[in-house]
T-cell receptor, first 116, second 118 residues
Framework: GAVVSQHPSWVICKSGTSVKIECRSLDFQATTMFWYRQFPKQSLMLMATSNEGSKATYEQGVEKDKFLINHASLTLSTLTVTSAHPEDSSFYIC????????????FGPGTRLTVL | GDSVTQMEGPVTLSEEAFLTINCTYTATGYPSLFWYVQYPGEGLQLLLKATKADDKGSNKGFEATYRKETTSFHLEKGSVQVSDSAVYFCALSEVSGAGGTSYGKLTFGQGTILTVHP
């Protein structure tokens, strides 16, 4: 149980285009989802916290207008990278916290974004 | 702010060797501590956790003890297997909410790559 999927697993796009990444909790409801960014050989950095039905809370230094997050249902959150540039190339990981859960976040497998 | 520092990798061991991955933390409050593991091609999975001082988390032969006096949460395993090859992340989360009923964001260490050879 507690499986989180991400789609796509990898994407290559041209500079200036927008890319949408989906994060789904497959067998549980997630009131809170988190989006992380991971650079090579570096740790995961939290970008934003997404609560179902409300606006996402972004970490300091993360551009809200560039990384649009929507959490429209208890099983789906999306991250849209708008007007992507090569410096946005990274590994994006989502996690979901079970509704009413205390400790654990369940992580998706990640999405590799390459912007040419 | 909160931070987690992990032992630099990569770590390469032979099967059945003893493993230690060091982790120290800095926190303003009284955090809970976690070890996550990421196997190749998979998402992070919670390996073990400890929520208060002197607690020992354990799972799959791995152990870590919450040491408040040294602000450490070192991961150990007595005999590693090839299947333990993965990236290991130490993390902390501050407690928030009434009665400690909810947890805030996770702060991760930089990850340690472990490779175990037959």
């Amino acid at each position: 149980g507690a499986v989180v999927s991400q789609h796509p697993s990898w994407v290559i796009c041209k500079s200036g285009t927008s890319v949408k990444i989906e994060c789904r909790s497959l067998d549980f409801q997630a009131t809170t989802m988190f989006w992380y960014r991971q650079f090579p050989k570096q740790s995961l950095m939290l970008m934003a916290t997404s609560n179902e039905g409300s606006k996402a809370t972004y970490e300091q230094g993360v551009e809200k207008d560039k990384f649009l997050i929507n959490h429209a249902s208890l099983t789906l959150s999306t991250l849209t990278v708008t007007s992507a540039h090569p410096e946005d190339s990274s590994f994006y990981i989502c996690s979901a916290r079970v509704a009413g859960g205390i400790y654990e976040q369940f992580f998706g497998p990640g999405t590799r974004l390459t912007v040419l | 702010g909160d931070s987690v520092t992990q032992m630099e990798g990569p770590v390469t061991l032979s099967e059945e060797a003893f493993l230690t991955i060091n982790c120290t933390y800095t926190a303003t409050g009284y955090p809970s501590l976690f070890w996550y593991v990421q196997y190749p091609g998979e998402g992070l999975q919670l390996l073990l956790k400890a929520t208060k001082a002197d607690d020992k988390g354990s799972n799959k032969g791995f152990e870590a003890t919450y040491r408040k006096e040294t602000t450490s949460f070192h991961l150990e395993k007595g005999s590693v297997q090839v299947s333990d090859s993965a990236v290991y992340f130490c993390a902390l989360s501050e407690v928030s909410g009434a009665g400690g009923t909810s947890y805030g964001k996770l702060t991760f260490g930089q990850g340690t790559i472990l490779t175990v050879h037959p």
